[in-house]
Antibody
Framework: QVQVVESGGGVVQPGRSLRLSCVAS????????MHWVRQAPGKGLEWVAV????????DYADSVKGRFTISRDNSKNTMYLQMNSLRAEDTAVYYC?????????WGQGTLVTVSS | EIVLTQSPGTLSLSPGERATLSCRAS???????LAWYQQKPGQAPRLLIY???TRATGIPDRFSGSGSGTDFTLTISRLEPEDFAVYYC?????????FGQGTKVEIK
């Protein structure tokens, strides 16, 4: 069955960096774009970024543009989110999801806490 | 950026009742690129509807979506106990792919 699993979350100080990973299984990873979506504690969903199936294009929310970079390694069935210059407002559960325009399969998320 | 406004913020209903959730866009959503998700506490969101009205795999037919342009609706015909959750709409026709703020369906 289709499965995506996030990892790499944790506690990080403001201004520091963190890299999240998303490992996919149960489908041909290289045929699909992939999303990152986040949810701050007690808040709604916020779309973060998407990467095309072949990594040829990326798109970001304005709130993370210039600080976050989405990438993928199709040989490893893995997508990444490099998060630099982290801020307190980046504290959230980060979900990865398969792209069909919409997001049709979601992981359980990984929690990122930005705090001194 | 397309802003999605969901109403009401909270819907208090009893099992067996009909739920009608609204999602209004600040600009027309192209080609009905509108999805609905359900999220229960401590869980990841689950896709319910895409293309404004197409149910995702495994979604019961008590869930239905309708609308076009700027006005969209999610209807749950008869609420089951497992349907009490938060529901989000999302447009994916234009970047950035924005979500609404959510509607909580709670037990009355």
């Amino acid at each position: 069955q289709v499965q995506v699993v996030e990892s790499g979350g944790g506690v990080v100080q403001p201004g520091r960096s963190l890299r999240l990973s998303c490992v996919a299984s149960g489908f041909t990873f290289s045929n699909y774009g992939m999303h990152w979506v986040r949810q701050a504690p007690g808040k709604g969903l916020e779309w973060v970024a998407v990467i095309w199936f072949d990594g040829s294009n990326e798109d970001y929310a304005d709130s993370v543009k210039g600080r976050f970079t989405i990438s993928r390694d199709n040989s490893k069935n893995t997508m990444y989110l490099q998060m630099n210059s982290l801020r307190a407002e980046d504290t959230a559960v980060y979900y990865c999801a398969r792209d069909q325009g919409y997001a049709d399969n979601w992981g359980q998320g990984t929690l990122v806490t930005v705090s001194s | 950026e397309i802003v999605l406004t969901q109403s009401p913020g909270t819907l208090s209903l009893s099992p067996g009742e009909r739920a009608t959730l609204s999602c209004r866009a600040s600009q027309s959503v192209s080609s009905r690129f509108l999805a609905w998700y359900q999220q229960k506490p401590g869980q990841a969101p689950r896709l319910l509807i895409y293309g404004a009205s197409t149910r995702a795999t495994g979604i019961p037919d008590r869930f239905s979506g309708s609308g076009s342009g700027t006005d969209f609706t999610l209807t749950i015909s008869r609420l089951e106990p497992e349907d009490f959750a938060v529901y989000y709409c999302q447009q994916y026709g234009r970047s950035p792919r924005t979500f609404g703020q959510g509607t909580k369906v709670e037990i009355k």
